[in-house]
């Protein structure tokens, strides 16, 4: 059974840092494009940054300079790391996994895997 495993969620003031991990099983994820995703209350998932199989990546405007996607292939784990957290960041956090790069950066919500996400709350 394939399963991705969001953890390191949680809260924290405006200005901290959280770093996020998401483990991957049931198969070997090297060759996908590894993706993260947020759902901020009342309002639909939005795409938030992308990694390829090669670490190339990708953010959006919003998390640019202050978050960091990466991958640890051996581990068949990525990361974010946040810092410089804004209350405007308070959402539940999902990792996804597609074959497709493009699909990822687009923020296509039919992604092949998508773990079950960890809450983010920045307090201002």
């Known amino acids: 059974q394939v399963q991705l495993v969001e953890s390191g969620g949680g809260l924290v003031q405006a200005g901290g840092s959280l770093r996020l991990s998401c483990a991957a099983s049931?198969?070997?994820?090297?060759?996908?494009?590894m993706g993260w995703f947020r759902q901020a209350p009342g309002k639909e998932r939005e795409f938030v940054a992308a990694?390829?199989?090669?670490?190339?990546?990708y953010y959006a405007d919003s998390v640019k300079g202050r978050f960091t996607i990466s991958r640890d292939n051996a581990k068949n784990t990525v990361y974010l790391q946040m810092n410089s957290l804004k209350p405007e960041d308070t959402a539940v956090y999902y990792c996804?996994?597609?074959?497709?790069?493009?699909?990822?950066?687009?923020?296509?919500?039919?992604?092949?895997?998508w773990g079950q996400g960890t809450q983010v709350t920045v307090s201002s």
């Open positions: 049931g198969r070997t994820f090297s060759s996908y494009a």
């Open positions: 990694i390829s199989w090669s670490h190339y990546t």
């Open positions: 996804a996994a597609d074959p497709v790069w493009g699909a990822v950066v687009a923020g296509n919500q039919k992604l092949d895997y």
